[in-house]
């Protein structure tokens, strides 16, 4: 379920987390591709979602044994070709952290033009568990 609240953050159900979008950006994956099969594309894909997991190990990419399998099968087809970026953020902290902070997690998928990346990250999130995938950040002083 997304909602908005009074400060206009839309917020999130996040397993049993309520977390609020701190920034979403959805930018042409197929950018900077001069020429190219669909087969190419998901080798450039795959190399662009591994730098961004060891850039950011906290990042969980939705369908991201889906993307390795269309890697190594041989597909005529095109992907979605956008690629969408989110930042949520909460005040749940883990247990046993007495330091001031929130907790993190940053979302990665691929859509179409067509899709709402709201309501398509709603549907990605709502499943996960956030005590396991989020990170915590201290507040800085």
Not at 109 to 135: E, K, S
């Amino acid at each position: 379920m997304t909602w908005t609240s009074d400060d206009g953050l839309r917020g999130y159900q996040v397993g049993a987390v309520r977390a609020e979008l701190r920034a979403l950006s959805v930018s042409d994956d197929r950018e900077g591709m001069l020429e190219g099969t669909p087969q190419l594309h998901r080798r450039f894909r795959l190399r662009t979602v591994e730098k961004a997991m060891a850039a950011a190990p906290h990042l969980y990419v939705h369908d991201l044994a889906k993307i390795r399998a269309d890697v190594a099968g041989r597909a005529e087809e095109w992907l979605p070709r956008e690629a969408a970026h989110a930042r949520l953020a909460s005040w749940w902290t883990p247990e046993g952290v007495a330091e001031p902070g929130h907790t993190e997690l940053k979302v990665m998928w691929f859509q179409t033009a067509a899709d709402d990346p709201f309501v398509r990250l709603a549907a990605i999130v709502r499943p996960l568990d956030w005590a396991a995938l989020a990170r915590f950040v201290p507040r800085e002083e």
